[in-house]
């Protein structure tokens, strides 16, 4: 049996190493690399179109010009906002190849982009738009190449990957779209590094506490409960809460709020809290622990404060939830994508993230967020830069996982 398998892994192994040899994989592949520039003047110009979570309109007409020049077939914005793509293979059970339209940035920020030296600066450069520019760039490649996937393809460019936009993007394609029965497995395109495979999705939930009190002067009704006060005693037990290394879980008070002036008992406050773990279970015993620490912690200053007559009021209500899970290291896809990975040059490793692929993965379908190639760093913030270093093998490994993923030994 263990003979048998070990056979079966090197029958495999020779399988998808004749992918390489195949001609018309070479010429998708010299492709890629040939048109590099082009693809990254894309990029950049994607990068320009403003595009915050929730209002990514403008950036999707671009992909859907995009989609329909690259030859993409039922090009379509759904109801969503995501623009979506076909391209047929021998079986109509489809692979999703999607990158993110959104960037995690409030609107009216400048996204002009600027080079220095060899890096290009923008708010969104490389996540996602170097994600959108692979897209086109992959669908080019195989039509040069006139190469035939045995799965049919559908190509998405989605929304609401950032912050609240709560995957709203995927969550529509793998919940509700009219296309959902026939999509079996999907790809990200998501961050750089072709040697990053993100087959674990990280759990998420965020929680919005509000506070609310009798107010009050400081000195005239001391003996009044505080909001801020009682949001202080919340995080104080928050903030000493026992998390396992592993899996990975984590909680932050990334924002706290409250009060009007120095010599006023505070009103209101406001709690933004984020809950993260690698484990489905620990999150929700998280959770449990993070919702006691609310309650105890108006408790205590209510106790404190009981002869003032006067009490707080807390309200908590969860404003995002990223389901997690993982695609096992065994499954098909993560297979090709180390594969993929190793074939372009790199040394490939797997782990956990907060992406799009979190979705599908808590639904069962097998899924992976891969880079798109190039170096870059300071996501998130107005100083996030991507350099094209050798950034085609980026769509080369994403091409070859897709070829790898499709191919069966005959
Ligand atoms: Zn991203």
Known sequence: MVLLLLLMSALACFAQDAILQKPEVRKALDYLKAHHEEHLDNQIRIAEIPAPTFQEAQRARYMEKEFRRVGLKDVEIDKQGNVLGWRPGKSAKALVIAAHLDISFAPGVNTKVRKEGKRWFAPGIGDDSRGLAALLAIVEALNHASIETSKTLLFV??????????????????????????????????????????NG?????????????PGGH????????????????IVAKLAVLPV???????????????????NAIAEEASLEVDLRSEDPGELDKLELKFLESVRMGVAEENAMRKASGTVIKEEHKIVSHRPGGQTPADNALVRAAQWASQATGHKPSLGYSSTDSNLPISLGIPAVTLGGGGKGNNAHSLDEWFEPDEAWKGPQMVLLTILAYGSRIP
Do not use: C, M, W
């Open 244 to 262: 396992p290394a592993k899996p990975k879980t984590t909680y932050n008070v990334g924002k706290i709020s409250g009060g009007t002036t120095i």
């Open 157 to 198: 460019a989605n929304v609401g990957e950032e912050g609240l936009g709560d995957l709203n993007g995927v969550r529509y394609l793998f919940g509700q779209s009219p296309h959902k029965s026939k999509l079996d497995s999907f790809i990200s395109i998501d961050g750089v590094s072709p040697a990053r495979i993100v």
């Open 218 to 233: 400081s000195y005239g009704n001391f003996g009044r409960p505080s909001a801020v006060h009682a949001a202080a005693l």
């Open 201 to 213: 999705g990280t759990g998420v939930k965020r929680y919005l506490v509000n506070l609310h009190g």
